[in-house]
């Protein structure tokens, strides 16, 4: 397996509370994915990055933001976690552009009460 | 938007047998890739075909790519219990290479 580890891999919160879930790689890869995935909606991208500090909204960015201090640490947050952002939250790396097969990590499950 | 719808939505077969799944898109991909789920795993990448590409192989796998028809196929030769999973397409478009992913075929193979 490609080296991506997500923490916590499980998490129980509350509505209105701030969320952060940490995607860590030992791969050097420029490129980082934030996906969730949901039943009848397969994988949607969140958020991506192409370098250090540069990060680009994906198509269900609301209600999320990103960071990208280190190549090897992509960071997700929810300032105010919704009930409608309980998913299982994937993080996946990529090496170049043009070869851009993706090797995910195990996966955060999120659950807001 | 989805770049890539995969039909069936469920197939179930008995092992074996063989397993086909489709994948359509709604506009021109740069490349289309095919992605397994085991339940509760993160997807694992299984096979790359780029637009000027017609067919490829990987061990049981068999990817054909027909860009008049917007569609591609996924063949799983000779399946087993283990192919038990979730099957994604994902296409890339434009000047992103950012895949977007369908919602998946569920592949039921009963041993």
């Known amino acids: 397996d490609a080296g991506i580890t997500q923490s916590p891999r499980h998490k129980v919160t509350e509505t209105g509370t701030p969320v952060t879930l940490r995607c860590h790689q030992t791969?050097?890869?420029?490129?980082m994915y934030w996906y969730r995935q949901d039943p009848g909606h397969g994988l949607r991208l969140i958020h991506y990055?192409?370098?250090?500090?540069?990060?680009d909204k994906g198509e269900v960015s609301d209600g999320y933001s990103v960071s990208r201090s280190k190549t090897e640490d992509f960071l997700l947050t929810l300032e105010s976690a919704t009930s409608s952002q309980t998913s299982v939250y994937f993080c996946a790396i990529s090496e170049i552009a043009g070869n851009n097969e993706q090797f995910f990590g195990p996966g955060t499950r999120l659950t807001v009460l | 938007s989805q770049q890539g719808e995969e039909d069936p939505q469920a197939l179930s077969i008995q092992e074996g047998e063989n397993a086909t799944m489709n994948c359509s898109y709604k506009?021109?991909?740069?490349?289309l890739q095919w992605y397994r789920q085991n339940s509760g795993r993160g997807l694992v990448h299984l096979i790359l075909?780029?637009?000027?590409?017609r067919e490829k192989h990987s061990g049981r796998l068999r990817v054909t790519l027909d860009t008049s028809k917007k569609s591609s196929s996924l063949l799983i030769t000779a399946s087993r219990a283990a192919d038990t999973a979730s099957y994604f397409c994902a296409g890339s478009s434009g000047g992103s290479y950012i895949p977007t992913f369908g919602r998946g075929t569920s592949l039921i193979v009963h041993p």
């Open positions: 791969e050097n890869h420029r490129y």
């Open positions: 506009t021109s991909i740069n490349n």
């Open positions: 990055s192409y370098g250090v500090k540069d990060t």
């Open positions: 075909i780029r637009s000027n590409e």
